[in-house]
């Protein structure tokens, strides 16, 4: 099976985004624009994770609303922390596999951070490296993707406050890391001349904060799969 698939979406409780961004919505545009996978967004902040449940049902860890639209369990978090000695923000992408695991996470998140004042909630004080650690002892089958990697702020190797590879973030928890986004301020050939990078995996989303189709979907990703499910995708971004 081919996806075309944006894995890297916000909801109207992110900060600056559309307040018509619904479950509908979104679910019209990507159809439209011939996306058939969607990251859920933001499903950290309550009133948007009770819009998830109620309208997306759940099978094999991809979720299905009423018409036939393809979700995938998703969020981005910022982790902001102090690190040799200057201050670090990191955007990471979440993954999960089902609701189950998504309250378990959110229960852990909710001591390092405000999730209902953002889609997007800051992690204060909070390492990427402990985030990564800490999410793969609640799952295995949690997987952390640093976000839009080249951004100046708010990125892995942002020049304001991220790194200079990979080992120095992740520490020993970089053996966890398979995959990175390229962001809008990247492409994958630009970053195929970085030879520490051959053995990521590079994605490309939208990080859509309107529903419109020159936004959505305006990066994707093209995923060939034998069996449309959670694990069957992460295998196909990990190989």
């Known amino acids: ?8 979406i916000h909801s109207r409780y992110s900060r600056a985004t559309s307040k018509n961004l619904t479950i509908e919505n979104l679910s ?3 159809k439209i624009k011939g996306i058939n996978l969607l990251g859920t967004g933001d499903f950290t902040h309550p009133k948007w994770l009770d819009e998830l449940k109620n309208n997306l049902n759940e ?3 991809i979720l299905k609303d009423k018409h036939g639209m393809n979700y995938i369990l998703q969020t981005e978090v910022s982790n902001m922390f102090r690190q040799d000695d200057r201050q670090r923000k990191i955007h990471n ?3 999960a596999p089902n609701f189950e ?3 378990q996470i959110n229960e852990h998140l909710s001591t390092k951070g405000k999730l209902a004042s953002d889609g997007r ?10 985030l ?8 295995k089958d949690i997987h952390i993707i640093p976000a ?3 951004t100046p702020w708010f990125s892995l190797f942002g020049d304001k406050s991220g790194f200079d590879n990979i080992n120095d973030c992740f520490l020993d928890q970089t053996k966890h890391i398979f995959a990175l986004e390229t962001g809008l301020s990247s492409d994958p050939a630009m970053n195929w001349r970085l030879s520490q990078l051959d053995k990521y995996t590079l994605i490309s989303n939208s990080d859509l904060h309107s529903f419109w189709p020159w936004r959505i979907g305006r990066e994707s990703n093209v995923i060939n799969t034998n069996h449309l499910s959670y694990s069957g995708l992460i295998d196909a971004i990990r190989d």
């Open 59 to 61: 099978e094999d860890g």
């Open 93 to 95: 992408i979440i993954l």
């Open 148 to 150: 839009h990697i080249w």
């Open 132 to 139: 990564v650690e800490d999410l793969k002892s609640i799952s």
């Open 1 to 8: 099976m081919k996806l075309y698939a944006d894995l890297h």
């Open 28 to 30: 019209k545009w990507a």
């Open 121 to 130: 909630p800051i992690l204060g004080k909070y390492p990427a490296c402990n």
């Open 101 to 103: 695991t998504v309250d």
